[in-house]
């Protein structure tokens, strides 16, 4: 979900794009730098060039296509309605990146706690290790459970895809409810004004 979010309203100035620069990679993996982590991925061996970045951004590109196949019929995110990779081209691609690193599962268990798997890789490029390790964290979340809650946010000039946590849930955030319910109502006082 970090790596679909970094597409997102900016506000007056429209979509935003937090990977469309170098600096702008070199930000967010700083952001997720604790994710990776946990990935067995330091942010420090990892250097934000143009290669990462069309790298991270081709994940990207697959993991909303695949986003908008999950919540249709319900229309995707506004953001990718108009240039959506076709959905066996995200398929293929998110399974190419995830298949660049060798990786074997492996058991950890400390003397005082329970059993833990991880991955061990046999790759040494941490740039081939990190887009490997987004594209498997998508194919584990689009085969998983919390994929049948997936939404698109449809409130005006969101672009978010989210989780539903409850059944009357509609939007990413409140203030996209917000802003949704205030735009309804615009559209409701105006056309009463318009009248016959």
């Given at each position: 979900?970090?790596?679909?979010?970094?597409?997102?309203?900016?506000?007056?100035?429209?979509?935003?794009?937090?990977?469309?620069?170098?600096?702008?990679?070199?930000?967010?993996?700083?952001?997720?730098?604790?994710?990776?982590?946990?990935?067995?991925?330091?942010?420090?061996?990892l250097?934000?060039?143009?290669?990462?970045?069309?790298?991270?951004?081709?994940?990207?590109?697959?993991?909303r296509?695949?986003?908008?196949?999950?919540?249709?019929?319900?229309?995707?995110?506004?953001?990718?309605?108009?240039?959506l990779?076709?959905?066996?081209?995200?398929?293929?691609h998110?399974?190419?990146?995830?298949?660049?690193?060798?990786?074997?599962?492996?058991?950890?268990?400390?003397?005082?706690?329970?059993?833990?798997?991880?991955?061990?890789?046999?790759?040494?490029?941490p740039?081939?290790?990190?887009?490997?390790?987004?594209?498997?964290?998508?194919?584990?979340?689009?085969?998983?459970?919390?994929?049948?809650?997936?939404?698109?946010?449809?409130?005006?000039?969101?672009?978010?895809?989210?989780?539903?946590s409850?059944?009357?849930?509609?939007?990413?955030?409140?203030?996209?409810?917000?802003?949704?319910?205030?735009?309804?109502?615009?559209?409701?006082?105006?056309?009463?004004?318009?009248?016959?």
């Amino acid at each position: 979900m970090a790596l679909a979010s970094t597409i997102h309203h900016g506000g007056d100035d429209g979509i935003v794009d937090d990977l469309d620069t170098v600096r702008g990679v070199a930000r967010w993996l700083q952001q997720q730098s604790e994710s990776l982590a946990a990935e067995g991925l330091a942010t420090g061996d990892l250097v934000a060039d143009e290669e990462l970045r069309d790298g991270i951004v081709g994940v990207r590109r697959a993991v909303r296509a695949l986003f908008a196949r999950v919540v249709s019929p319900a229309a995707p995110s506004p953001a990718d309605a108009h240039r959506l990779m076709p959905a066996d081209e995200a398929l293929a691609h998110l399974n190419a990146a995830a298949a660049r690193e060798p990786v074997a599962p492996q058991l950890d268990w400390p003397a005082e706690g329970a059993p833990a798997a991880r991955l061990l890789s046999a790759e040494a490029d941490p740039q081939v290790r990190l887009i490997a390790a987004l594209a498997r964290d998508a194919v584990d979340f689009l085969s998983g459970p919390e994929r049948v809650q997936l939404r698109a946010c449809h409130a005006p000039r969101c672009v978010r895809y989210f989780l539903k946590s409850h059944g009357r849930q509609e939007w990413c955030k409140p203030s996209c409810g917000n802003r949704a319910r205030v735009a309804r109502h615009y559209e409701r006082t105006r056309g009463a004004t318009a009248g016959p």
